[in-house]
T-cell receptor
Framework: GQNIDQPTEMTATEGAIVQINCTYQ??????LFWYQQHAGEAPTFLSY????GLEEKGRFSSFLSRSKGYSYLLLKELQMKDSASYLC??????????FGTGTRLTVIP | EAQVTQNPRYLITVTGKKLTVTCSQN?????MSWYRQDPGLGLRQIYY???????DKGDVPEGYKVSRKEKRNFPLILESPSPNQTSLYFC??????????FGPGTRLTVT
């Protein structure tokens, strides 16, 4: 079965750092994706982790611990345009992606 | 420009009237998929296709049909839509183990 848990909402200040956590229980786990989705728009790819550790990509970093079933997305130097939902999506096998309900991040001035 | 396109973007229809939502990608991707997104439930997979003439059920296939006659197209068919199929629908495609590229979405309302 699949179980994905991430906070529903978070608020952070422009210029700050925010960490969005995700825990998962995924049969046949084969990597974890993070997507960003602005309201009413399509999800867009942010990061992918298949091995334990931190992957850094500019202002965004993502961490994975497979033994703990845990991942986080770290956003640095927050900008107003980062206000969006962030979707944690573990993958099972080669193709089956399961999405969490998302964390709605609001960035305030 | 590499993209996934969906049509229509918005549709209001009545219960029982058959409809098709088209999806097309120009990236020569083997894998295509349909999701629906509902408040509080996240994105749920309806059907997916590994390649031409190969389709399989996702988590919520009831009430939907798909076909994959060409690599670039993956239409979603609702033979007899019902109000519980009111949702935001996304088509996506990918190649290999890469990330999925999503279309812009189709907002469907069934009255």
């Amino acid at each position: 079965g699949q179980n994905i848990d991430q906070p529903t909402e978070m608020t952070a200040t422009e210029g700050a750092i925010v960490q969005i956590n995700c825990t998962y229980q995924t049969s046949g786990f084969n990597g974890l994706f993070w997507y960003q989705q602005h309201a009413g728009e399509a999800p867009t790819f942010l990061s992918y982790n298949v091995l334990d550790g931190l992957e850094e990509k500019g202002r965004f970093s993502s961490f994975l611990s497979r033994s703990k079933g845990y991942s986080y997305l770290l956003l640095k130097e927050l900008q107003m345009k980062d206000s969006a939902s962030y979707l944690c999506a573990p993958r099972a096998g080669a193709n089956n992606l399961f999405f969490g309900t998302g964390t709605r991040l609001t960035v305030i001035p | 420009e590499a993209q996934v396109t969906q049509n229509p973007r918005y549709l209001i229809t009545v219960t029982g009237k058959k409809l098709t939502v088209t999806c097309s990608q120009n990236m020569n991707h083997e894998y295509m998929s349909w999701y629906r997104q509902d408040p509080g439930l996240g994105l749920r997979q309806i059907y997916y296709s590994m390649n031409v003439e190969v389709t399989d059920k996702g988590d919520v296939p009831e009430g939907y049909k798909v076909s994959r006659k060409e690599k670039r197209n993956f239409p979603l068919i609702l033979e007899s839509p019902s109000p519980n199929q009111t949702s935001l629908y996304f088509c996506a495609s990918k190649t290999g183990g890469d990330e999925q590229y999503f279309g812009p979405g189709t907002r469907l309302t069934v009255t």
